[in-house]
């Protein structure tokens, strides 16, 4: 009877163990500060140029500009440093993944990078790289500490439900195709950055953050940097833009505002030149005509439901070219 008890007690002691195991956070939950330990993490292991470490799902997926690749390839080889002080994170613990916009370095040359990971269980079994590479070097100053706003916690009374922010960063692209900025939610101070140019409410003229190959098209896109972000998709600027699909609202951070994207901008390369509206001085901006896609890393900040800050980011790709995650 004795021995029947022990025995019992044992089975039922070990079966206790193996249950609790099983429901610590470690193992079956990752709250906000785990998914940005993970984040962390990766780039420690990027830098080191070592995955080894890295607690990866078997099968996991990796792409790097749309191309699936293994990992150990890609900035896996050239990753010199990690970032540092421009850093940004958006967690959604809802569809369990986690979005980080930085700056780092590659052989010692600086990119932004937009990553997506997936968690589950507390492995990783999705991972996005969306890199720009080429910075103009007068845009870095803009670079060296993301803004306040894109950092900060919201208000509980200025929150925007998960449903609505979805939909004000998804105006904000139909707002584009559609070249009505009234479409979008924008806040009047409303202030966008495109790898690392200030593209909107400039005080004053400034370069566009790409060169369009005449002093005559740079001078006129410096003027329209320097309208809100309605004014500017009112003006017609953006039509060159055929159509933003898929647009992957990928991540939502209802404590932070964020919703982190990953759009495909697609241009067709029908529109020569464009007639802009309601800017004196500028009548016409004339286009190359080229064909082209460019992957974006894109984050809106949502405010009293709100567009506040938008912080953008991409890579010119062929015309067609898949994100690499379409369903």
Partial sequence: ????????????????????????????????????????????????????????????????????????????????????????????????????YGVMKENDRPLIIALRLKVINGAITEIEHVLARNIRPDRLQNLITPRPGLLEDVPANERTSREAMINAADSYFEAIEHNRGDIAPFADDCE??????????????????????????????????????????????????TRLWPRRLSVVDEQKGLVFSFPMFQHRGAVKTIKIQGVPGVDTIPMGGGTSNLQAGEIFKIRGSLIHEIEAMGVSLPYGTKSGWEQ
């Fill in 1 to 100: 009877m004795l021995k029947r008890f022990l025995a019992t007690t044992a089975i039922a002691t070990f079966s206790l163990s193996i249950n609790a195991k099983a429901q610590t956070p470690s193992a079956s939950h990752c709250d906000r500060a785990c998914m940005i330990g993970i984040v962390d993490q990766y780039l420690t292991a990027l830098v080191k140029h070592d995955p080894s470490g890295l607690p990866l799902a078997k099968g996991v997926r990796f792409t790097e500009n749309t191309a699936e690749i293994q990992i150990g390839d890609g900035l896996w080889v050239g990753a010199s440093e990690e970032p540092t002080t421009f850093k940004i994170y958006a967690v959604d613990l809802a569809t369990r993944q986690v979005g980080f």
């Fill in 192 to 241: 966008r950055h495109e790898n690392g140019g200030q593209t909107t409410n400039n005080k004053t003229p400034v370069p566009w953050p790409v060169d369009l190959g005449s002093p005559e098209a740079n001078r006129s896109m410096a003027l329209i940097g320097t309208l809100t972000c309605k004014a500017q998709t009112d003006s017609q600027v953006l039509s060159f833009i």
